[in-house]
């Protein structure tokens, strides 16, 4: 792709515009390579539709790909947006994600193409990975290993080691302070970081993580709410008041997202509609 300098307004996750945009979530890989104590993301079971994000009822094929693309694109009459944010960590499922890029550039060449990560193994992919996106966002929940001890508990290296409770936390940590040191050298990049706030938790980070993502030439941040799951399946979700006050202070040093819709990982939407894609996947060509 040719050098461009990214303009969020041309992406609904940045503006909060959906209406005005189609955008198309593709499942790709189930492998993940850290564990979050409060995740349920990855495939359902006994065909539920949860909606949270990063579910899905499976992921695709190649020619489900591209025959997917097609039928949104003669449905909505474009795609501007594609994004690739589970079941599992796009980087972990490196092959799949790769190709589902490239068939997307094919199909679709008038989409932004958007990636969602936690950035643990960004470094050994992110000179191919510039070559396919637009877009980039990073998870990024603390940047205090203690705190991290309490959010992750495994993770595993791009050499294939299996690293777990505090060790495990601290190499996230590592691995995502060196993200962000490469991301702050691309400028031709529209880069966004997420934060999942997790009451009595990590709170009191969510400041650092923004003027780190300010310094590193980030775009913009989205302030999640923790939606209790997994481990934390019992824990609280913040008020909507410590909700606001985490959300102006990250708003110090960095634009803050207000109207996420937390999507699953298989949503299209078509001019602010939104709708599993799979029966548009059934639709004949």
Known sequence: MSPERPDPSEHPCYTGEHAKFVKL????????????RFCESGLEHEGQTADYPGRTLRTLTPDEIERLLRNARRE??????????????????WKETRTALEITAETAP???????????????????????????????????????????DRAVTEDGEVLTGPEAARWIVERQERALDLLADEPYL????NFVLIPDVNEDDVEEVAKRAADAGFHAMNV???????????HRPP???????????????????????????????????????????????
């Open 190 to 193: 529209l880069k966004k970081v």
């Open 224 to 234: 999640i709410p923790l939606r209790p799951g997994g481990e934390l399946k019992d």
């Open 25 to 36: 979530h593709l499942p790709i890989g189930g492998r993940c390579n850290i564990h979050c």
């Open 76 to 93: 909505c009459g474009r795609v501007d947006v594609v994004g690739i944010a589970g079941p599992g960590d796009p980087l972990a499922n």
């Open 239 to 285: 008020t909507c008041r410590e909700l606001s006050r985490a959300r102006d202070r990250a708003e110090r040093h960095l634009p803050v997202m207000r109207r996420c819709q937390q999507c699953r990982a298989d949503v299209l939407h078509c001019h602010g509609r939104p709708r599993l894609i799979w029966d548009l996947l059934e639709e004949g060509d």
């Open 110 to 152: 008038e989409a932004k193409r958007c990636l969602s990560t936690n950035g643990v193994w960004l470094e050994r992919h992110l000179p191919e990975l510039l070559r396919l996106i637009h877009s980039l966002t990073i998870t990024v929940n603390t940047l205090n290993p203690d705190t991290a001890a309490h959010i992750y």
